[in-house]
């Protein structure tokens, strides 16, 4: 009897191989959507219960200086947990991101093993920048616009630092009403506690997006435009 591997059995593990790691990132994606969805809901949550608590204090101090006190020690822990929280949807953003690329290295193997399936894919097998892009469905020409503020703020993480945000400027009214300002004076208080808040937030997620791509060596480029 023959002992001879059949020549098709190890293309047919390589698959096997090559499915079974895709199976795995897929299955990594998924978990990093969930704790950041997680993420926000823990956020909104502790939000939410801030402000039952506040109006609470509310009724019985009747917006005196002990509610006053009470939710500026209140809001900035909510402030502080904010922050946090857009850190790590930030750091699984990049985590994500990895994934993606991981993804396109093995879609690139399975069109070296079979190249006349090529036509069939949608998403990219290159494992750079714009091979990513276009898995995640982003439009490769406007690559350059997404530190923009337009996209930052259809991302989590630019959602929630517009709640982060409008938390600081509540804070900021709270404080100058502290100290017996007119109305005038505490809303003002408030809009630059909200604008300077929205500005350094913008500034470190147009950093983040920039920074979005690992430290990976592309090994699989997109071709350039003068070789297609």
Not at 42 to 68: E, K, N, R, T
Not at 134 to 151: K, N, V
Not at 169 to 182: D, E, N, Q, S
């Amino acid at each position: 009897m023959s002992t001879e591997i059949p020549p098709s059995r190890p293309q047919s593990e390589a698959l096997q191989i090559l499915a079974t790691e895709h199976w795995s990132l897929l299955a990594t994606r998924a978990l990093t959507y969930q704790e950041s969805l997680g993420r926000v809901n823990m956020f909104l949550a502790i939000l939410s219960g801030a402000v039952i608590a506040l109006a609470l204090v509310a009724q019985a101090d009747h917006f005196g200086p002990a509610f006053i006190s009470i939710a500026i020690f209140m809001l900035s822990v909510v402030l502080v947990t904010g922050v946090f929280t857009i850190a790590r949807l930030m750091s699984l953003n990049r985590d994500d991101f990895r994934w993606v690329l991981a993804m396109n290295r093995l879609r690139h193997e399975y069109l070296e093993l079979h190249p006349e399936l090529e036509p069939n894919f949608m998403t990219s097998p290159y494992d750079d920048l714009p091979g990513a892009l276009q898995t995640l469905g982003i439009d490769i020409t406007g690559a350059d616009r997404l530190g923009s503020m337009f996209h930052g703020l259809q991302t989590l993480p630019g959602v929630l630092s517009v709640i982060v945000a409008s938390v600081a400027g509540a804070i900021g009214g709270l404080v100058a009403a502290g100290f017996g300002a007119p109305p005038v004076v505490v809303l003002l208080s408030g809009m630059a506690a909200f604008v300077v808040a929205a500005v350094l937030m913008g500034f470190w997620g147009r950093r983040s997006v920039r920074r979005l791509s690992p430290d990976l060596q592309a090994r699989f480029p997109s071709p350039s435009k003068s070789s297609l």
